[in-house]
């Protein structure tokens, strides 16, 4: 297996556009996570699935961030409109379900809005 | 929710001393406690992991220790190495689902 797919690897942006992430986890993880990384606030939680159902959007910022799932193998991470504080690095990664399964990572998608 | 605090922040040694990060946690139905390297531009991989029925873990160069009643774990790295320089994150697994909290991370640099 590939392991955990992100794409685009970097993405620079106007503030005010639309921005979408993608990510393709692990085949057979049922469960998936999106992170955001920044210096000031480390690795934080955004969103995370079970079984292409969101189970806990704690973490999401604002209304402007929302996600998808529409299928086991593809999810989506949508700022709109981006703004600058959005720029960080997001991580999707995915496991397997049941307690002590390691989250694998994706490369990250650099957000750069300008 | 959970909490997670990681110290310290930053942490330099000298090659082939030891190295250690603490760390501490809120909630006590915490059960699964893993650490997670990750190097500059790459992302995080997991390390070492314990389990809240275990004391003490050992991989080669790596341990985690977990004391449950004060609820804390630490990493301990012996005989650094430069390619132990990484930022490394501890983490605590609570509830249902698979859901990590991290700590903050600790930028480590093991000097020649």
């Known amino acids: 297996d590939a392991g955990v797919i992100q794409s685009p690897r970097h993405e620079v942006t106007e503030m005010g556009q639309e921005v979408t992430l993608r990510c393709k986890p692990i085949?057979?993880?049922?469960?998936l996570f999106w992170y955001r990384q920044t210096m000031m606030r480390g690795l934080e939680l955004l969103i995370y699935?079970?079984?292409?159902?969101?189970?806990?959007d704690s973490g999401m910022p604002e209304d402007r961030f929302s996600a998808k799932m529409p299928n086991a193998s593809f999810s989506t991470l949508k700022i709109q409109p981006s703004e600058p504080r959005d720029s960080a690095v997001y991580f999707c990664?995915?496991?397997?379900?049941?307690?002590?399964?390691?989250?694998?990572f994706g490369p990250g998608t650099r957000l750069t809005v300008l | 929710g959970e909490n997670v605090e990681q110290h310290p922040s930053t942490l330099s040694v000298q090659e082939g001393d030891s190295a250690v990060i603490k760390c501490t946690y809120s909630?006590?139905?915490?059960?699964?406690f893993p650490w997670y390297k990750q190097e500059l531009g790459k992302r995080p991989q997991l390390i070492i992991d314990?389990?809240?029925?275990?004391g003490e873990k050992k991989d080669q160069r790596i341990a985690v220790t977990l004391n449950k009643t004060a609820k804390h774990f630490s990493l301990h790295i012996t005989e650094t190495q430069p390619e132990d320089s990484a930022v490394y994150f501890c983490?605590?697994?609570?509830?249902?689902?698979?859901?990590?909290?991290f700590g903050t991370g600790t930028q480590l640099k093991v000097e020649l």
């Open positions: 990664a995915s496991s397997w379900s049941g307690p002590y399964n390691e989250q694998f």
């Open positions: 983490a605590a697994f609570t509830g249902g689902g698979n859901k990590l909290t």
């Open positions: 909630d006590s139905a915490s059960n699964y």
């Open positions: 314990i389990r809240s029925n275990v």
């Open positions: 699935f079970n079984n292409n159902v969101p189970i806990d």
């Open positions: 085949s057979g993880h049922d469960y």
